[in-house]
């Protein structure tokens, strides 16, 4: 977390929705913010599939928002350029992340964030767009959908104590995105990449140890989950069973 240093730009408000932690019945999955998150969209605010997921969002209609499709990631060779501008995400004076934007050709991305519950107001969530890259080539509305998870008394109360100047610290890091972005692309063609260097090597006479050498067995498994009403296996004992598998 680190403070927004944005001195001198407009911060614009954006649409806060509150989803029930048991979300109305609704099962989780999709597009649904699970308990403890909280989730920024932003979407090309031409897209039919933008505005329905908004409308839904905002609607309150959580079955709809859980169901619809997550955006098809681009063909091989779509162009990996931004199509709007790049904008920090804040959270009470603070920003939470920063240069994210719109992919070309995808109607919406999002992103997601754990939320321990805390106290947080509608208004301490603000977007800062950075027009230093030109003309965008769609214009982006945005979208926060926040819910808590369900929480005792007594975590409620020591959520309250936290210092209110300090109350971003109830989001953490992000997490992986759930719809598609450039980052995700170029990350899976250097992971693929490296996988396939790492099995060239190995089939020109590296060495490489079969799945089999890795498989817990189920004695293994056992010591690590523990029997009914047992503890279960140390963190000395995961460490044990760890060099066990992969010394060489």
Not at 145 to 166: F, G, K
Request: charge should be negative; charged fraction near 20%.
């Amino acid at each position: 977390m680190m403070l927004a240093s944005t001195a001198g730009a407009a911060v614009k408000s954006v649409d806060v929705v509150t989803v029930p932690p048991d979300a109305a019945g609704v099962a989780d999955g999709g597009l649904l913010p699970p308990a403890g998150s909280v989730v920024i969209y932003v979407g090309d605010a031409s897209a039919p599939a933008w505005q329905r997921l908004r409308a839904a969002a905002l609607g309150g209609e959580w079955q709809t928002v859980r169901d619809t499709p997550v955006p098809e990631r681009p063909t091989p060779g779509a162009r990996l350029v931004a199509a709007s501008l790049s904008f920090d995400l804040l959270c009470a004076g603070h920003a939470l992340v920063r240069d994210l934007a719109l992919p070309h050709g995808i109607p919406f991305r999002t992103l997601t964030f754990p939320y321990t519950g805390g106290p947080l107001q509608d208004t301490d969530f603000g977007i800062v767009e950075h027009a230093d890259g030109g003309i965008p080539a769609v214009r982006t509305t945005y979208l926060v959908m926040r819910r808590a998870p369900e929480l005792t008394r007594l975590e409620r109360q020591l959520l309250e104590s936290v210092n209110p100047d300090e109350r971003h610290v109830h989001m953490g890091r992000p997490e992986p995105c759930q719809a598609i972005t450039t980052m995700d692309m170029l990350t899976d063609r250097i992971g693929h990449a490296a996988h396939e260097a790492v099995r060239e090597k190995h089939a020109r006479g590296g060495y490489a140890r079969g799945e089999s050498a890795t498989a817990l067995s189920e004695a293994e498994i056992q010591e690590i989950t523990g029997e009914p009403g047992e503890a279960a296996a140390t963190v000395a004992g995961l460490l044990a069973m760890r060099r066990r598998h992969f010394s060489l």
